[in-house]
């Protein structure tokens, strides 16, 4: 009797043994942009490694960097004369990353509704507010602690009626 109850008890604690699972590795960051090679410049580098923490626009005290600041993209979105015939309304949302070269590369583009629900704006819009985006060529290095970073930016474009009415931040 006792040789069974061994066994039963050997058996349960081996039968209970889990094979080890990998450890899933996560971003450094929530929204971290990976490579992908069928939309990203292939030319487009990075000056900390992948892995490492990104830094966001407002992660130190100069906020948003760009040569004649936000007025400067306003004005030349205004001369670019982009806008839909579709007269939709929500919001265009490009990000992407500002090396510590100032080159931007790794867009990424988010349409939503004026209820903040994911959906499909105006393809054609968001292409030329993406070429837009892409055009522009004042962004500033960020440095922290003496050392050029890499960082997120971000574009929000509000559109009313097929225009563009805001640019946020």
Not at 42 to 52: G, L, M, S, V
């Amino acid at each position: 009797m006792g040789k069974i109850f061994y066994i039963l008890i050997l058996a349960s604690s081996l039968a209970s043994c889990q094979s080890e699972k990998p450890v899933r590795k996560y971003p450094a960051q929530v929204g971290d942009i990976k490579f992908d090679e069928k939309i990203d410049d292939a030319n487009f580098k990075r000056c900390i490694p992948e892995d490492q923490y990104r830094y966001q626009y407002y992660n130190d005290s100069n906020g948003f960097q760009y040569r004649g600041e936000k007025i400067a993209i306003i004005e030349k979105l205004a001369k670019s004369d982009i806008y839909s015939d579709k007269k939709t309304n929500g919001y265009i949302t490009v990000r992407f990353l500002v090396n510590c070269e100032a080159k931007t590369g790794l867009f990424r583009v988010k349409q939503i509704n004026n209820d903040y629900q994911e959906t499909v704006l105006d393809n054609e819009l968001k292409n030329k507010l993406l070429t837009f985006t892409k055009s522009l060529d004042g962004w500033i290095p960020k440095e922290i602690k003496g050392k050029k970073i890499d960082y997120y930016q971000y574009l929000t474009y509000k559109i009313v009626d097929g225009k563009v009415s805001e640019i946020l931040p």
